[in-house]
């Protein structure tokens, strides 16, 4: 039983254009969700997070957007470049009940120039 | 300062062996989770340590074990390796239990393979 699902295995932008990345999830409990990013051979590297008492964060070129009635949430990629090409991972914590974090099973994300 | 630093980077074993695998986590940081990562699985939360006490233990069979010295340093075991357990373990660090709230900080990896 997945409590987060990233239901695009993979995704093709052309570079400049808009990455969205989708993610959704079944336990309310959730209160902090995190995406993060992992180049072949490497570790997964934090990105972006946020709160559920917000509804948006934006760093630079990434935004994360949360829906809480939806139970979704959405990474935006602007404007999307070759080196963003990765595996994105969407993450869940429910704040200490698990201790950890519950991750989705990733969207390849390829950027072409 | 050096990050999540995991050892060995690659390993091959035999079915039925046993596999130590090693993680020095950022200095200062007490908590240490370990994930299975295999293709079309994503990552999976084997068990968290913190101050040398597991917390939380995922749903693997008992094959699967660790620990935590009190330098916060961890190892994990897997005991009669099968072909199934091919995989890269993850090691991630984070000050304090709730990691989410700083974001986990992870290795590169060891990458597994059974024959």
């Known amino acids: 039983d997945q409590q987060v699902k990233q239901n695009s295995p993979s995704l093709s932008v052309q570079e400049g254009r808009i990455s969205i990345l989708n993610c959704d999830y079944t336990?309310?409990?959730?209160?902090?969700f995190l995406w993060y990013k992992k180049y072949p051979a490497e570790g997964p590297t934090f990105l972006i997070s946020?709160?559920?008492?917000?509804d948006k964060n934006e760093d630079g070129r990434f935004t994360v957007f949360l829906n809480k009635s939806a139970k979704h949430l959405s990474l935006h990629i602007v404007p999307s470049q070759p080196g963003d090409s990765a595996v994105y991972f969407c993450a869940a914590s429910d704040g200490g009940s698990q201790g950890n974090l519950i991750f989705g099973k990733g969207t390849k994300l390829s950027v072409k120039p | 300062k050096a990050g999540v630093t995991q050892t060995p980077r690659y390993l091959i074993k035999t079915r039925g062996q046993q596999v130590t695998l090693s993680c020095s986590p950022i200095?200062?940081?007490?908590?240490v989770s370990w994930y299975q990562q295999t293709p079309g699985q994503g990552l999976q939360f084997l068990f968290e340590y913190f101050s040398e006490t597991q917390r939380n233990k995922g749903n693997f069979p008992g094959r699967f074990s660790g620990r935590q010295f009190s330098n916060s340093r961890s190892e994990m075991n897997v005991s009669t390796l099968e072909l199934g357990d091919s995989a890269l373990y993850l090691c991630a660090s984070s000050l304090d239990p709730e990691g989410a709230y700083y974001g986990y900080t992870f290795g590169s990896g060891t990458r597994l393979t059974v024959v």
């Open positions: 200095s200062g940081h007490r908590s």
């Open positions: 946020i709160s559920s008492i917000k």
């Open positions: 336990n309310s409990m959730f209160d902090y």
